[in-house]
């Protein structure tokens, strides 16, 4: 049991009791401290450890141990003890992953999404106003950035890669096609200051299509074929100018531009407004004159 402290004198010396000046080794294997009140207090000491004995307690309130839980799981407080929930929290120690919504990441940051529609979010990043950075939505129909909103058809299981600065055309390169198939893919780059598109894939004549209103204008082939009002320019042609209410303008200019012109091709045709006339180059500028 404790020595009472009451009544006592503090030069007197109590067996129980264990004070600064009292340099002796302690002589048992575990010695019980006082409460000052003759009540063993819940804490024993020895040479080699310090044991607590009863409830421990804090501002009258218990403390308890914080849970062991699994490996991998990272403890939060849930309000009023520590807690943990692998599940949707977890840290892979030995390939350094961290797993939100589950515990087997397979990246350095793993983020699974709740659900699989448009209702939930999987990641969403704010700035201090609050205003979304980045959302990435569970249906995967759509990711924001910013203020731009990147869609992918319903249905159509697109696949996309950006690829900026890397790769074989350095500058930016973005790459896409569907899933479904096999043969073409179309991608588009930019290099040096100049945007490329390009299609490919085994006997397909995919292309590129410029248009307004939903109206084709102007179509360029996979096999290098250009129609300009024409889906489907001859194949003797390299440009098919195709229209029943309009004619085909070449360049106009006065005799002098005409031969400024640095080093001009044979077959190369103007319209001269000095002489009125189509002028065409051989091995020198020549008029084409009604027969």
């Known amino acids: 049991m404790g020595t009472s402290l009451i009544n006592t004198k503090p030069q007197d010396t109590y067996p129980g009791l264990i004070k600064t000046t009292d340099n002796a080794a302690i002589s048992a294997t575990l010695k019980t401290l006082s409460d000052g009140n003759g ?3 819940p804490m024993q000491i020895s040479t080699t450890a310090v044991n607590f004995t009863g409830i421990l307690t804090q501002n009258g309130s218990p403390v308890t141990t914080p849970p062991s839980g699994v490996s991998g799981a990272i403890q939060f407080s849930n309000g009023s003890a520590f807690a943990s ?3 949707n929290l977890f840290w892979d120690d030995t390939n350094n992953m961290l797993g939100v919504g589950t515990n087997a990441p397979s990246a350095t940051g ?6 699989s529609t448009s209702a939930t979010t999987s990641l969403l990043v704010q700035n201090s106003a609050g ?6 939505k569970d249906d995967l129909s759509s990711f924001i950035i910013g203020k731009t909103t990147v869609g992918i058809p319903t249905g159509t299981n697109w696949n996309v890669v950006f690829d900026l600065n890397t790769g074989t055309n350095p500058g930016g390169y973005m790459q896409w096609k569907l899933a479904n198939d096999t043969n073409p893919y179309y991608y588009q780059y930019m290099q040096g200051g100049n945007v490329n598109f390009m299609t490919t894939g ?30 489907s320019p001859d194949s003797s042609s390299v440009i098919d100018v195709t229209s029943t209410t309009k004619g085909f303008l070449p360049p106009r200019m006065t005799t002098t531009q005409r031969d400024a012109i640095s080093s001009p091709a044979a077959g190369l045709i103007i319209y001269n407004t000095t002489t009125a006339k189509l002028n065409v180059y051989t091995t020198a500028w020549e008029a084409i004159t009604s027969l």
């Open 39 to 41: 009540n063993d207090f």
């Open 85 to 87: 929930d692998a599940s």
């Open 110 to 115: 793993h983020f699974k999404g709740s659900g």
């Open 131 to 136: 205003s979304t950075a980045l959302q990435i």
């Open 202 to 231: 085994g006997g397909y004549n995919y292309g590129i299509t410029l248009g307004t209103s939903g109206v084709a204008r102007v179509n360029i082939l996979g096999n290098g074929l250009i129609g300009v009002g024409t889906t």
